[in-house]
């Protein structure tokens, strides 16, 4: 491989030492292999962290059309939902807390459609928007649990459901409290919750509101909003599939808590 001027987006060699396991679906040795993994990698981190059009990738990383291949293979296979789910377990030992969290914060946001995804956007009346909605839930530290992508006039209490299961799933059955805004009101929604061992508490904003009002829990996962709008790809619905917006946000939760892991490591190491 070439040697090229680094990007500011370019994986570190500790953070690669600890995706690569994930990341390596057949071996590194194999003949079919044309590019070199971390540059694929590189490449992928480049396209969600600047908002790149894929045709546009710089010269110096692989082809656009390779890396997107790849791309796909990687969210088939769940590699990122993994790294996230692994990366959350250690930052949260490293936080004093149990590997799983008990509660969640759930919410969505509405991102705006464009000529590629318009075809299965709907329109968001609250916010005058026609996109997708990207419904989330963290953990009491913002660490991501789990997300799924619909179409914006889907009502955020119909969606608890399938969040909730997605939640129990990857936090071995622990979470028993989850956040929400008064979105998620109704039998409906508190229904669906409990059949996944969930209570729903409805955060409400004050009645005499004036100006910004920081609301308890419900903070956290509009500050993991913001820590997502750092990445360009995510700013608007540039995606032809939901699977693929969906996983594009796993990469970026997961570029997000890599550059924590050596200092989660010591204190890990510290404690033991």
Sequence with gaps: MAERKPYPTDVSDEEWAFVAPYLILFPLDAGQRRHDLREVFNALRYVVRTGCPWRMLPND??????????????????????????LRMLLRLADGRTPHPSAAI??????????????????????????????VAVDTLGHLLALHVAPA???DRDQVGQLAQAVQEVSDQEVTLAYVDQGYTGQKAAH????????????????????????????????SFGWAARFRRLARDYERLPETLAGLHYLAFACLMLPHLKDAMNIIQNML
């Design 153 to 155: 006039n889907e009502q």
């Design 61 to 86: 990383l692989p082809p656009w059309s390779r890396v997107h291949q790849q791309m796909q293979r990687w969210f088939r296979a769940g590699c990122f939902e993994a790294i996230v789910l692994d």
């Design 192 to 223: 669906a919750a409990l059949e996944q061992g969930i209570a729903l508490e409805v955060v409400k904003l004050p009645q005499a509101k004036r100006g910004f009002v920081l609301l308890p829990r419900r903070w956290v996962v509009e500050r």
């Design 106 to 135: 759930l919410d969505s946001r509405t991102l705006q459609s464009t000529p590629t995804s318009g075809g299965r956007a709907g329109y968001d009346g609250a916010k005058r928007k026609k996109g997708s909605k990207v419904h």
